[in-house]
Every structure is written in C-alpha cells, then in structure tokens.
C-alpha cells in the first residue's frame, strides 16, 4: 500500500512494505517526495536546489505529477514514478512514459475500472483508492492571503464546502467536497493501492488505513468518482 501525506505530522505508523509520499517541502528520509504539481520558470531552480539537497540525505525516489518532474528526476539519477495527475490512461501513455524513465505509475482517475482491465502495461500500476481528491488549480486564488491561512473553503450554491489549500503562494488547489473511496470495491488487477491524504488529522488517517485494509464500507459521505462510468 501507498500513503500521500500532505504533512509529515500526519504519518502513522506503517508496515514495513508499506510507502509514504510527502510533497517535496516536508520532505523528510524514509519517505519519497511528491514534486509540485505547478512550477513556473521563476521557481525551478529553487524547486531543483530543494531536490538536490533532499539527494544529499537520502532521498532516492520521487512522485512525478508534471513532465518537468521525471525530466528533473532523470538528470539527478532518482527514480521516478508516475502521479496521479499525469492523468496516464491508456498502454501507450503507459509505454511513452516509460521511455522517459517512469518505473510504475498510478493511473487517470478518470479512467474507469472496466478500462483499467483491458490495459497492457509495460510497467508496475496502481490507482488511488481513496482522498479528497483535487479537481482544479489556481494561479490567481479565490480567496484573500488575509483570512486564509493556507487551508480555506469555497461553498458552491448548495452550501458544500470544498477544502481549498494553499502552495506556497504559488497557487492554490481545490478539492472534492466529499471523499473518493473503493476500498470496498471490487478491483481491477493492480500492483499497488494509493491512499491519498490532505486535510484529515493523522487518527483519522490512521482510521481510514484500517478500514481500507481490510476492505470495510467507509462511515460516511463518499464518492465512487468515474471509476464505475465511462467517459464520452
């Protein structure tokens, strides 16, 4: 099993062939780094030192949600594997991406389970199987620096709160009002389960964990996403 964190305070702890993924600026050894979604020409040699300091003490493998990253990743010698958001759905998308270095790759969460199936990949595959997952990014935010914080909301005109976070003032990310969950699903042959966390406290991800694992409905508001349609 595969566990995004996006703070280092949320970790629990894990199985020994478990893995953890933290965003790049928390960072921390025993842990792979998850590189920015979004980096502007201004930022990456900044992005690139981080990483590079990172290598000093050990990192060795790195999530890769943007080109820029598994380019980045080749030229330091790390291991690359593909994010969530490289939106990969297809066993040529799977087959390109692994000439640029990928070693494994989640896959599109907009790709349907009944595609995942037919799919012929040349590398290791996984898909997120729960977390309030981002559907949008902005590089002019919403909301005011003033009374954000870094973690704020946008209500839609039914009154649903959707978790908005903060980057670094670089842009912000929106996401899902309710969580994705199929931990008690019938899935596709995978080799491995993504659990992505982002604004749960680290019991309730623990809590998730458990009931993930071992396959339990989940105790509230849920979403199946596309997993289950097909896109036109």
């Not at 690139?48 to 820029?68: F, M, P, Q, T």
């Not at 991406?97 to 790759?105: E, Q």
Request: glycine share 8%; proline share 5%; net charge neutral.
């Amino acid at each position: 099993m595969r566990y995004r964190f996006e703070k280092a305070s949320q970790i629990f702890e894990l199985a020994s062939d478990d893995i953890s993924i933290l965003p790049l600026r928390e960072w921390q050894p025993g842990s792979w780094a998850e590189l920015p979604a979004l980096v502007y020409p201004s930022d990456e040699r900044t992005v690139l030192e981080s990483l590079e300091e990172a290598v000093k003490i050990g990192l060795s493998d790195v999530v890769c949600e943007n080109l820029y990253a598994v380019r980045m990743a080749g030229e330091l010698g790390l291991r690359a594997h593909g994010g969530l958001f490289l939106n990969i759905m297809n066993s040529g998308a799977l087959a390109t991406y692994r000439s640029l270095g990928l070693i494994d790759a989640t896959l599109s969460m907009e790709l349907s389970f009944h595609e995942m199936k037919k799919l012929k990949p040349c590398i290791p595959v996984g898909a997120v199987i729960y977390g309030y997952l981002p559907l949008m990014k902005f590089r002019a935010c919403p909301k005011s620096c003033d009374s954000c914080g870094g973690l704020s909301s946008l209500r839609d005109r039914m009154g649903e709160a959707f978790p908005l976070i903060c980057r670094d003032k670089k842009y912000s990310e929106l996401l899902n009002c309710v969580p994705l969950y199929v931990g008690d699903r019938q899935l596709p042959r995978l080799d491995f389960k993504l659990l992505y966390f982002s604004i749960e406290s680290r019991s309730e991800a623990e809590r998730i964990r458990d009931i993930a694992v071992f396959g339990e409905s989940f105790p509230g508001r849920k979403t199946a996403g596309l997993y289950f349609r097909e896109l036109l």
